[in-house]
Protein backbone atom coordinates (compact mmCIF):
# COMPACT_ATOMS: atom_id res chain seq x y z
CA UNK A 1 0.00 0.00 0.00
CA UNK A 2 0.75 3.59 -0.72
CA UNK A 3 -0.56 6.53 0.94
CA UNK A 4 -0.70 9.56 -0.99
CA UNK A 5 -1.17 13.32 1.28
CA UNK A 6 -1.55 16.33 -0.91
CA UNK A 7 -0.47 19.87 -0.04
CA UNK A 8 0.00 23.73 -1.08
CA UNK A 9 -3.04 24.48 -2.25
CA UNK A 10 -4.96 27.49 -1.92
CA UNK A 11 -6.23 31.05 -2.85
CA UNK A 12 -4.53 33.10 -5.40
CA UNK A 13 -5.27 35.51 -7.94
CA UNK A 14 -4.56 35.39 -11.67
CA UNK A 15 -1.34 35.12 -12.86
CA UNK A 16 -0.30 34.01 -9.53
CA UNK A 17 2.04 30.86 -9.19
CA UNK A 18 1.86 28.01 -6.43
CA UNK A 19 3.58 24.65 -6.11
CA UNK A 20 1.44 21.33 -5.08
CA UNK A 21 3.40 19.04 -3.32
CA UNK A 22 2.70 15.40 -2.57
CA UNK A 23 3.91 13.06 -0.44
CA UNK A 24 4.06 9.21 -0.45
CA UNK A 25 4.17 6.63 2.36
CA UNK A 26 4.32 2.90 2.63
CA UNK A 27 5.76 0.99 0.23
CA UNK A 28 7.80 3.73 -1.49
CA UNK A 29 10.88 1.43 -1.94
CA UNK A 30 8.91 0.34 -4.98
CA UNK A 31 9.12 2.11 -7.99
CA UNK A 32 5.63 4.26 -8.99
CA UNK A 33 5.03 6.59 -11.68
CA UNK A 34 3.26 9.72 -10.78
CA UNK A 35 0.36 11.94 -11.98
CA UNK A 36 -1.31 14.98 -10.91
CA UNK A 37 -5.21 15.47 -11.95
CA UNK A 38 -7.86 17.72 -10.99
CA UNK A 39 -11.47 17.81 -10.92
CA UNK A 40 -13.83 20.69 -11.14
CA UNK A 41 -16.97 21.48 -9.42
CA UNK A 42 -19.42 19.88 -12.19
CA UNK A 43 -16.83 18.21 -14.45
CA UNK A 44 -14.99 14.71 -15.04
CA UNK A 45 -11.65 14.62 -13.50
CA UNK A 46 -8.82 15.33 -15.86
CA UNK A 47 -5.27 14.29 -16.29
CA UNK A 48 -2.85 17.53 -15.91
CA UNK A 49 0.63 16.13 -15.54
CA UNK A 50 2.57 12.77 -14.94
CA UNK A 51 6.10 11.81 -14.61
CA UNK A 52 7.84 8.14 -14.82
CA UNK A 53 9.88 7.24 -11.27
CA UNK A 54 13.71 8.43 -12.71
CA UNK A 55 12.03 11.71 -13.71
CA UNK A 56 13.59 11.93 -16.99
CA UNK A 57 10.42 11.50 -18.77
CA UNK A 58 7.16 13.42 -18.40
CA UNK A 59 3.26 14.07 -19.99
CA UNK A 60 1.37 17.07 -19.43
CA UNK A 61 -1.78 18.15 -20.26
CA UNK A 62 -2.22 20.67 -23.66
CA UNK A 63 -4.20 23.01 -21.31
CA UNK A 64 -0.87 23.67 -18.96
CA UNK A 65 2.06 22.80 -21.23
CA UNK A 66 4.43 25.94 -20.22
CA UNK A 67 2.67 27.07 -17.59
CA UNK A 68 3.21 23.85 -14.81
CA UNK A 69 6.00 21.47 -14.36
CA UNK A 70 5.99 18.24 -12.62
CA UNK A 71 9.38 17.12 -10.94
CA UNK A 72 10.04 14.62 -8.34
CA UNK A 73 12.44 14.06 -5.50
CA UNK A 74 12.62 10.66 -4.50
CA UNK A 75 14.70 11.07 -1.82
CA UNK A 76 12.08 12.62 -0.10
CA UNK A 77 9.26 10.40 -1.57
CA UNK A 78 7.51 13.77 -3.21
CA UNK A 79 6.16 14.66 -5.92
CA UNK A 80 5.72 18.72 -7.08
CA UNK A 81 3.63 20.45 -9.68
CA UNK A 82 4.76 24.07 -9.64
CA UNK A 83 2.08 26.46 -11.36
CA UNK A 84 3.02 29.33 -12.73
CA UNK A 85 0.48 31.82 -14.79
CA UNK A 86 -2.59 30.83 -13.19
CA UNK A 87 -6.42 31.43 -14.65
CA UNK A 88 -9.73 31.36 -12.68
CA UNK A 89 -10.05 27.62 -15.05
CA UNK A 90 -7.25 25.85 -13.08
CA UNK A 91 -9.82 26.34 -10.39
CA UNK A 92 -10.00 22.57 -8.83
CA UNK A 93 -8.97 19.89 -6.65
CA UNK A 94 -5.82 18.57 -7.50
CA UNK A 95 -5.17 15.02 -6.59
CA UNK A 96 -2.19 13.35 -7.22
CA UNK A 97 -1.87 9.29 -8.36
CA UNK A 98 0.58 6.68 -8.48
CA UNK A 99 1.10 3.90 -10.75
CA UNK A 100 3.42 0.47 -10.79
CA UNK A 101 5.30 2.41 -14.43
CA UNK A 102 2.11 4.08 -15.94
CA UNK A 103 2.40 7.45 -16.63
CA UNK A 104 -0.11 9.17 -18.76
CA UNK A 105 -3.69 10.18 -19.10
CA UNK A 106 -6.14 7.56 -18.01
CA UNK A 107 -6.86 7.83 -14.55
CA UNK A 108 -8.14 4.26 -14.07
CA UNK A 109 -5.03 3.27 -14.72
CA UNK A 110 -2.85 4.60 -11.49
CA UNK A 111 -3.47 2.81 -8.46
CA UNK A 112 -3.13 4.71 -5.18
CA UNK A 113 -4.86 8.19 -5.32
CA UNK A 114 -4.14 11.08 -2.50
CA UNK A 115 -7.26 13.07 -0.81
CA UNK A 116 -6.92 15.90 -2.54
CA UNK A 117 -6.05 19.52 -2.38
CA UNK A 118 -8.51 22.94 -3.24
CA UNK A 119 -6.43 25.19 -5.63
CA UNK A 120 -8.85 28.39 -6.08
CA UNK A 121 -7.86 30.86 -8.53
CA UNK A 122 -9.61 33.95 -8.48
CA UNK A 123 -9.93 36.76 -11.62
Known amino acids: QVQLVESGGGLVQAGDSLRLSCAAS????????MGWFRQAPGKEREFVAA????????NYADSVKGRFTISRDNAKNTVYLQMNSLKPEDTAVYYC????????????????WGQGTQVTVSS
Open 97 to 112: AASRSYYGRRSFLYDY
Open 26 to 33: GRTGSSYA
Open 51 to 58: INYSGGST
